[in-house]
Each structure stands twice: as C-alpha cells, then as structure tokens.
C-alpha cells in the first residue's frame, strides 16, 4: 500500500505543478477603468503604419503571458488572451527611452488597439513606472 501511494504522488505530482504554471501565466486582468500593475522588460520595437512607414513604438515584453478581460457591454475593448507584449503609452510624460532594454513594473490602464497606431492588441496608459533591479 505505501508503493501505491508513493507512485501516485509521483505521478500527480508534476499535473499539480503544471496546472499552477499554466494557472500563473494566463493571469487575469480587467480593461480600463482598472488600474492594473505588471512587469517585463522593455524593448524598442519596429512596426509599419498604415502607410507602410516604418514606425517605433515601446513595448514591455511581459514576464509571463495574461489576460485581459473586458466588461459585456465594453463597446471599445475586447477580451484577449495570450497577450505577451503590451504597447505602452503615457499621457504623463513618461520617457520610454529611459528603460529600454530595462526590467520594469508598470502601473496604469489597460485598453484594445482600435487605431492604425495602435500595434498590439492590448496597450497600457501607463502612470507610474520603475525599475526592478
């Protein structure tokens, strides 16, 4: 009997560990007006507007991946899952340039691209940000 229950506990083991990794990086988050805080490490990325001009934009590469959920009667924001990388913005004057290739925590709202600049499909207006040594 102590067999058996030393082969299931191997066995279960790892399903249970599996299950809180998956659980940690699909972590949940809701659309403005939510203020929502998450971390990874800013690069500059390059993408094209709608006139094919090249365009670049701040991104936080996420630590691991979320989710965004948006209200049922939210007209301008769409659940998301998967999300991996967040474009940022600031109506505050946060200079990106300071952090990039940096580890930072974010602070701020989360909405969806619905413009040509817009080049992921969640952003953040972010309103505080730090560095993590």
Do not use: W
């Not at 399903?15 to 659309?31: E, G, P, R």
């Not at 990325?45 to 094919?52: G, H, I, L, P, R």
């Not at 899952?81 to 109506?91: E, I």
């Amino acid at each position: 009997m102590n067999v058996i229950k030393k082969i299931l506990l191997i066995a279960v083991t790892p399903i249970c560990f599996a299950t809180s990794v998956n659980a940690q990086n699909n972590k949940t988050y809701k659309f403005e007006p939510s203020v929502s805080i998450i971390s990874g490490i800013i690069e500059d990325e390059t993408f094209f507007d709608a006139n094919d001009k090249k365009v670049n934009c701040f991104v936080l590469k996420l630590d691991s991946s979320i989710r965004v959920v948006a209200d049922n009667d939210d007209e301008l924001n769409s659940t998301t899952n998967n999300v991996t990388k967040v474009q940022l913005t600031s109506s505050s004057g946060i200079n990106f340039s300071n952090f990039k290739n940096k580890r930072v925590r974010c602070t701020g709202t989360f909405f969806s691209s619905h413009t040509a600049h817009h080049h992921t499909k969640v952003l953040m207006s972010v309103k505080k940000i730090q560095e993590i040594k």
